[in-house]
């Protein structure tokens, strides 16, 4: 059974930094793509990067472009988003999610909240 | 900046045969966007439904199918159930990157 499990949200004031994790078990890690997407409060599903197994491509939404970095280590089955210089806008449940090939999202984790404020 | 666009609700009674459907403003949508839908439920997160346009997982319903319908995705649910009632998403591979469209809110009556 595929499990996603994500860990390290909160509450941070505007301009400072979180990083996210999720952790991935019952499936093989290190050969499928991995994606985050988030919801504001009240709002539909927002898709923010992605990256493959290996962890050599990497693609963002132009939202978080340079100030979001997805990252992978396949030995801890461990995916992270490092997210920078958060603004009120990135308040919002963040989800990882997984997929057998890159073109194809089939679970999800149950979501972290992140709360931007001062 | 690409926009994908589904119908902001929809009202069907149980039973029935309803069509869901996702537009790219690129253009008309082929196979080769790979489109995902999704099912959301308040408080709960997203479950997958649909990928690479009609292909179900082992998990979705056997009412619920998807296409290609003149130039957009679409997600059928043929015969309706209560339970049906929730958000719907779209998703569309764009090169790498993707899009949500804006969700589709099913309410059965």
């Known amino acids: 059974e595929v499990q996603l499990v994500e860990s390290g949200g909160g509450l941070v004031q505007p301009g400072g930094s979180l990083r996210l994790s999720c952790a991935a078990s019952g499936f093989n890690f290190r050969s499928q793509a991995m994606s985050w997407v988030r919801q504001a409060p009240g709002k539909g599903l927002e898709w923010l990067s992605v990256?493959?197994?290996?962890?050599?491509?990497?693609y963002y939404a132009d939202s978080v472009k340079g100030r979001f970095t997805i990252s992978r280590d396949n030995s801890t089955n461990t995916l992270y988003l490092q997210m920078k210089n958060l603004r009120a806008g990135d308040s919002a449940i963040y989800y990882c999610?997984?997929?057998?090939?890159?073109?194809?999202?089939?679970?999800w984790g149950q979501g972290i909240l992140v709360a931007v404020s001062s | 900046q690409t926009v994908v666009t589904q119908e902001t609700s929809l009202t069907v009674s149980p039973g029935q045969t309803v069509t869901l459907t996702c537009a790219s403003s690129?253009?008309?949508?082929?196979?080769?966007?790979?489109p995902n839908w999704f099912q959301q439920k308040p408080g709960q997160a997203p479950r997958s439904l649909i990928y690479?346009?009609?292909n179900t997982l082992p998990w979705t319903p056997a009412r619920f199918s998807g296409s290609l319908l003149g130039g957009k995705a679409a997600l059928t649910l043929s015969g309706v159930q209560p339970e049906d009632e929730a958000d719907y998403y779209c998703l569309l591979y764009y090169g790498g990157a993707w899009v949500f469209g804006g969700g589709t809110k099913l309410t059965v009556l």
């Open positions: 990256i493959s197994g290996r962890g050599g491509s990497t």
């Open positions: 690479s346009t009609a």
């Open positions: 690129s253009g008309a949508v082929t196979h080769a966007y790979y």
């Open positions: 999610a997984q997929g057998k090939t890159g073109t194809q999202i089939d679970n």
